[in-house]
């Protein structure tokens, strides 16, 4: 009687296929869980992070005083005090429109695809530095058409690199609400200072204008010394996100995307309190 009204013993089901499906569930939760965590942290303004992003503002900011703000003393220079004619200045002009037309997209693609970026800044304060060489030690005209080319790569490079590793520091959402249009502004300024105070100091040592040019040897120091104060990139630059990294995971998506507009807005914003969203 005792056996009769024992419990059933429980009886043990195989169902690998189940057993398969609730473990590959779990870790797809727990991967995802861990990419949502490794995106907050890479969009979580750190001290390191902040002090990049200042950096790269000012950068920009001492670098505008010579890309915008003393090329239009350079036909001033050649033409009114050296006396070459206006068609042989222009071929200063010429050979700097031709690297940027020639040389954008490529050296663009390639700090799209580097990791080290710090180094294209670099690159331009060494540019800096040969040309303020340049302007003050000769008049030599192929030595000017050699500088005139420089110019070209740095007006080239100068803003995908700063825009790019910006965007990898502050995120896409607090770069497109605030730091895009910081970033423009603050190269306004620069320029509208440059033409502001060289233009007093052209009035002031008129008519020894090579005098200007040291202000390129300047402001060269100064962006090895911003660079190489910056934080290290690995620490404080998502170079995934640089690259729009959203925008290309969407893309492989690109059959769902075009049948719902929403589904590319529910990704828009990769803030730390939307992990949610990240993509």
Not at 45 to 55: F, I, V, Y
């Amino acid at each position: 009687m005792s056996s009769d009204n024992a419990p059933p013993e429980p009886i043990e089901v195989n169902d690998p296929a189940g057993n398969k499906a609730a473990t590959k569930n779990t870790s797809l939760s727990g991967q995802r869980s861990g990419e949502i965590d490794d995106q907050r942290k890479s969009v979580t303004m750190t001290p390191p992070k902040s002090l990049m992003g200042g950096l790269l503002k000012l950068f920009i900011f001492i670098e505008a005083f010579t890309s915008k703000g003393l090329n239009h003393f350079n036909n001033v220079y050649f033409v009114a005090i050296l006396g070459w004619s206006p068609f042989k200045a222009s071929w200063i002009w010429f050979a700097r429109d031709c690297v940027r037309f020639l040389f954008q997209t490529l050296l663009a693609a390639h700090i799209d695809r580097t990791k080290n970026k710090k180094l294209i800044l670099y690159a331009i304060a060494l540019q800096k530095l040969a040309a303020g060489i340049i302007m003050v030690t000769t008049t030599n005209f192929v030595l000017q058409v050699v500088k005139g080319a420089s110019d070209g790569f740095t007006a080239v490079a100068i803003l995908p690199c700063v825009t790019a590793m910006t965007l990898g520091v502050v995120g896409k959402t607090r770069f497109h609400k605030k730091h895009a249009a910081l970033n423009l502004m603050v190269q306004y300024v620069g320029t509208f200072l440059s033409a502001l105070v060289f233009g007093l100091i052209a009035f002031a040592v008129y008519p020894n204008l090579q005098n200007i040019f040291y202000q390129n040897i300047v402001v060269a120091v100064l962006l090895f010394i911003i660079t190489f104060s910056m934080p290290d990139e690995e620490e404080t630059v998502d170079h995934q996100r640089a690259r729009g990294r959203s925008l290309r995971d969407l893309v492989h998506q690109s059959s769902f995307v075009k049948r719902s507009g929403e589904f590319f807005m529910a990704y828009e914003s990769d803030d730390e309190d939307e992990g949610e969203k990240l993509v």
